[in-house]
């Protein structure tokens, strides 16, 4: 059964920055796509960020580019969302996702495997 775990969430100040990580139970951990989501409190889920099988190629959400990093540490199985300069709308909860195959996408219904989610908290 595959499994991913979230961590690294908390409540920090407008500016400050994050790094969010996703440890995955899955064996071989390449061949898998990653994506990072969020969900803010009464929004629908909203694509972050997302990287290949291999880690060649990375895409992101129009209000996270140029202050959020996606990457891959395959001997970890584990996924990190670098998050800089945080921002109050920022603030959600953030799920990380996995799916088998070449394809990146960038709908939450492209993923099949998801985890349990990670709080993040901008005060301004």
């Known amino acids: 059964q595959v499994q991913l775990e979230e961590s690294g969430g908390g409540s920090v100040q407008a500016g400050d920055s994050l790094r969010l990580s996703c440890v995955a139970s899955i064996d071989p951990f390449n061949g898998y796509a990653w994506g990072w989501f969020r969900q803010a409190p009464g929004k629908e889920r909203e694509f972050t960020a997302a990287i290949n099988w291999n880690g060649g190629s990375t895409y992101y959400g129009d209000s996270v580019k140029g202050r959020f990093t996606i990457s891959r540490d395959d001997d970890l199985k584990t996924s990190y969302l670098e998050m800089n300069n945080l921002k109050p709308e920022d603030t959600a909860v953030y799920f990380c996702?996995?799916?088998?195959?070449?394809?990146?996408?960038?709908?939450?219904?492209?993923?099949?495997?998801w985890g349990q989610g990670t709080q993040v908290t901008v005060s301004s």
């Open positions: 996702a996995a799916n088998l195959g070449i394809l990146v996408p960038t709908k939450s219904r492209g993923y099949k495997y």
